[in-house]
């Protein structure tokens, strides 16, 4: 027996990913005193600028976008209650494609060895009980997102831990709802071509493949308010044009695969810490 808490952590991309797809599990967990602890890989300085000025454009400074975002994360993390937060500082990379992927530094352009030891000596401070991470897709292809999954699986290889594992993901009746919310706000919105129709299609996973099922709902608001803080990419954020109320019924459900276990904890689960207390 050990009085070390039950830990979770969450190793996400960039600042405001936190909250996006883990910001309720990571609430409730904190809630019920397991404690939290978010990995943030990147500085976020591809994000908007102030007065949502893009990357590329003039008077975007990288610099100071990952500071103004640095603050934004730690105004997130007070929000959800997260125990501890440990940031990488990689340069973002950017989207796929960008000349930023291949930038000195960028998180894209980082060897997967060299950002796994890190995380690997954070995984052995805090030593998790539950690991949460993106899927080898980065769910829907971003390079950062990838990268935060490649470094993850190798720094859990390079320890002893066995922790449960997780990859976030949405069911795939879920993600139609999405699209037809998403339209609801954007009457004018084209029809997307047939590829990205079908791009689109292959996001998320079947409902029958889903693992773990966690129910959010009490902890909705302090999600929404967690993007919220996130205030200088709000343009980004499509979740807050919905409103907190529409918000809460969306997004009362967080779902994951469980792709690591050594409970023997049947699924489908609706607690990431099922086998574990």
Known sequence: MTDRPLTLMAVHAHPDDEATGTGGVLARYAAEGIRTVLVTCTD????????????????????????????ELEASCEVLKISDLE??????????????????????NTP???????????????????????????????PDHIQAHRITMAALEMTTLTPKVYWTTMPRSMMQQFGEIIREFHEDM?????????????????????????????????????LAAH????????????????????????????????????????DLFDGLR
């Not at 969306?250 to 023997?264: I, K, N, S, W």
């Open 231 to 270: 205030a200088s990419q709000g343009e980004n954020i499509f979740f807050l044009k919905m409103g907190k109320q529409r918000f809460g019924e969306f997004m009362g459900t967080e779902t994951f695969v469980r792709v690591q276990d050594a409970t023997g904890a049947a699924v489908p689960e609706k």
């Open 87 to 108: 940031t990488l500082d990689y340069a973002d990379s950017g989207m796929m494609g960008w000349p930023s992927n291949d930038a000195p530094g960028a998180f894209w």
């Open 190 to 226: 084209p029809e997307p071509d047939p590829a990205e129709a079908a791009a689109l299609a292959e996001i998320g996973l079947p409902d029958d493949e889903i693992t773990t099922w966690v129910d959010t709902t009490a902890f909705s608001g302090q999600k929404f308010d967690a």
């Open 112 to 142: 997967v060895e060299e950002g796994a030891a890190r995380l690997a000596e954070l995984m052995r401070h805090y030593r998790p009980d539950v690991v949460v991470t993106y899927d080898e897709n980065g769910f829907y292809g971003h």
């Open 44 to 71: 976020g300085g591809c994000g908007d600028g102030p007065g949502g000025v893009k990357p590329g454009d003039p008077g975007h400074d990288p610099e100071s976008v990952a500071l103004m975002r640095r603050r």
